[in-house]
């Protein structure tokens, strides 16, 4: 069954570092997420993209944060200065089609980000 | 309260039993989906409920949505010890310029063996 790949699984990085969180998406989908979950905590939706473009994003979703699909395979997270409370899971999800009421993410397993 | 609050927040059951998730929401919805998560791992998708049914099944999943009470339920029956995980109700707002998911707190399902 066709699935999202994240990578990293785990990054550990020093507080004011950029990190790039990767993802390659199912390959025939055309709308692209980032969520990301505090350890304990909900699932946070931070932006979504469609057409090489963001068609919308959260307030947690700020200057710090890009994302980019540099090929056709795959999908980026940037945090250009990571701070403490940027750790957290980062999960990329995808789907195929917009179809209304039909809107089913495919998730990858994640990217855990801890920044000390 | 929040788009998306699940209770309770942590059920113990023994196999065999049902577990019965409820998620209450504010604001009127496209549709509402069930989603688990094992621990440490991603999101995947258990079943779709669109704002104009109220009841769906697949397998030993039952969801029942009352958009009057804005309210659903989640229920596993003949639970097994694999049913372990967090369960988390996601709903999609009924608004032409959104389709992002917002997750509620979820409910964490421990199953005895």
């Known amino acids: 069954e066709p699935e999202v790949t994240q990578t990293p699984s785990h990054q550990v990085t020093q507080m004011g570092q950029e990190v790039i969180l990767r993802c390659v998406p199912i390959s025939n989908h055309l709308y692209f997420y980032w969520y990301r979950q505090i350890l304990g905590q909900k699932v946070e939706f931070l932006v979504s993209f469609y057409n090489n473009e963001i068609s919308e994003k959260s307030e947690i979703f700020d200057d710090q944060f890009s994302v980019e699909r540099p090929d056709g395979s795959n999908f980026t997270l940037k945090i250009r200065s990571t701070k403490l409370e940027d750790s957290a899971m980062y999960f990329c999800a995808s789907r195929k089609t917009f179809i209304s009421g039909a809107n089913v993410l495919t998730f990858g397993a994640g990217s855990r980000l801890t920044v000390l | 309260s929040q788009q998306g609050e699940e209770d309770p927040q942590a059920l113990s059951i023994q196999e065999g039993e049902n577990a019965t998730m409820n998620c209450s929401y504010k604001?009127?919805?496209?549709?509402l989906q069930w989603y688990r998560q094992n621990s440490g791992r991603g999101l995947v998708h258990l079943i779709l409920i669109r704002s104009n049914e109220r009841e769906k099944h697949s397998g030993r999943l039952r969801v029942t949505l009352d958009t009057s009470k804005k309210s659903s339920s989640l229920l596993i029956t003949a639970s097994r010890a694999a049913d372990t995980a967090s369960y988390f109700c996601a709903t999609v707002l009924q608004s032409y310029n959104t389709d992002k998911l917002i997750f509620g707190t979820g409910t964490r399902l421990q199953v005895f063996p």
């Open positions: 604001t009127s919805i496209n549709n």
